[in-house]
């Protein structure tokens, strides 16, 4: 079946880092060229972080994230990362990746309406960044 599947999350100290694994099953990266990681906080909508064209690495970073997060993925093993660094509390959130044909760019993927990505999403997974 076709599957994201996210790790790699769990509790963290302020300043702390972790790193986000999605691993796609049933379908390859190659066939959504848009692969992205949002969150969504409590109460909150959910974000678009960090997306990537698969085809030839261009990124986009929101500027909450920019400077301490990267993103990166392995085609061959079907899989994008999310390095996360120096970690604050506001960063807490349901982590999620998503898999997208891009129509238009990341940028676009990213800061559009994630309800209306065409694709695949994870189940999302628990990041907690607290003392």
């Known amino acids: 079946q076709l599957q994201l599947v996210e790790s790699g999350g769990g509790l963290v100290e302020p300043g702390g880092s972790l790193t986000l694994s999605c691993e796609a099953s049933?379908?390859?990266?190659?066939?959504?060229?848009?692969l992205g990681w949002f969150r969504q906080a409590p109460g909150k909508e959910r974000e678009g972080l960090s997306c990537i064209n698969s085809i030839d690495g261009s990124t986009y970073y929101a500027d909450s994230v920019k400077g301490r997060f990267t993103i990166s993925r392995d085609n061959f093993k079907n899989t994008v990362y999310l390095q996360m660094n120096n970690l604050k509390p506001e960063d807490t959130a349901v982590y999620y990746c998503?898999?997208?044909?891009?129509?238009?760019?990341?940028?676009?993927?990213?800061?559009?309406?994630?309800?209306?990505?065409?694709?695949?999403w994870g189940q999302g997974i628990q990041v907690t960044v607290s003392a």
């Open positions: 998503a898999a997208s044909e891009l129509h238009r760019t990341v940028r676009t993927m990213c800061t559009g309406r994630w309800e209306l990505l065409p694709g695949y």
């Open positions: 049933g379908f390859t990266f190659l066939d959504y060229d848009g």
